[in-house]
């Protein structure tokens, strides 16, 4: 085993990369704080197709999750009501 020591403590490493279950690990822990797989994608291999080029081919999705649908309405303005 090669001891990586840009590591973070306790993370082991497997020729200079993370050990395959921490690096699944660490990718789900993204994932969960919402940080977009496409982004991942780039980051993880800088040769392969960017996020542009991806989105351009396949599409937005036919859901946009991104935009909340539970968005509070504006408050009505103090020269609205009518005084």
């Known amino acids: 085993m090669v001891v990586d020591e840009s590591a973070p403590e306790g993370t082991e490493t497997v020729g ?3 050990a395959e ?5 660490e990718v789900m822990k993204l994932l ?3 940080v977009p797989l496409a982004l991942l994608a780039d980051l993880a291999l800088p040769s392969g197709p960017e996020s542009p080029q991806i989105l351009q081919e396949e ?6 999750w991104w935009e909340s649908q539970d ?3 504006e408050p009505a303005r103090a020269s609205d009501s009518g005084d």
Do not use: N, R, W
Request: no cysteine; charged share 30%; aromatic share 0%.
């Open 16 to 18: 200079g990369e993370p």
């Open 21 to 25: 279950g921490e690096a699944s690990a």
């Open 32 to 34: 969960s704080e919402h």
């Open 59 to 64: 599409g937005l999705p036919d859901v946009a």
């Open 71 to 73: 968005e509070p309405e």
